[in-house]
């Protein structure tokens, strides 16, 4: 298949999916908004392994990952019916560690970035939202102290 071809139907089946997640068509109460990332289809269009995130933790992550592979069937029929394939993709849900992974080297990038010479004069910035504090306020008045605005 023409690769432009594909990459077109990889990113539309991935919508797909996503439209049938969020509509509500997957009834599995497992299945919690999860983020695909790529998808890998076979020349053929019978098989497709789906890479996704999700925010959660290790145990939700295997409770997702029971409700994909559970829906899978459903989600293989509902992108059939509206794409009009000949031959429904058999998917496979991976979790994608490339972008947590990803995510923890630009985190390791961003420590490792030499700091700017404002930061190294002034290693712990108060942040002034322009707000004085109200006890000051008070204190002020009560000692006599006027300020200048």
């Not at 594909?6 to 439209?19: A, C, F, G, P, W």
């Not at 995130?53 to 290790?58: E, G, K, S, Y």
């Not at 947590?100 to 002034?122: C, G, M, Q, W």
Request: proline fraction near 5%; aromatic fraction near 8%.
């Amino acid at each position: 298949m023409n690769p432009i071809r594909m990459k077109k139907l990889e990113s539309e089946i991935i919508r797909q999916i996503s439209t049938a997640i969020l509509e509500g068509k997957v009834k599995d109460p497992r299945v919690f908004l999860p983020s695909f990332h790529r998808i890998e289809i076979s020349e053929d269009l019978k098989y497709a392994k789906v890479y996704f995130t999700a925010l959660c933790n290790n145990n939700e992550r295997k409770k997702l990952t029971q409700g994909l592979v559970s829906c899978a069937g459903f989600l293989s029929s509902f992108v059939g019916k509206n794409l009009r394939l000949h031959t429904n993709p058999k998917f496979t849900f991976v979790w994608d560690n490339s972008y947590i992974k990803s995510l923890e080297v630009n985190r390791l990038i961003d420590d490792s970035a030499p700091k700017t010479l404002f930061e190294e004069l002034h290693p712990n910035p108060e942040e002034d939202d322009g707000d004085t504090d109200a006890e000051t306020l008070l204190e002020d008045s009560e000692s006599g102290i006027e300020r200048e605005t």
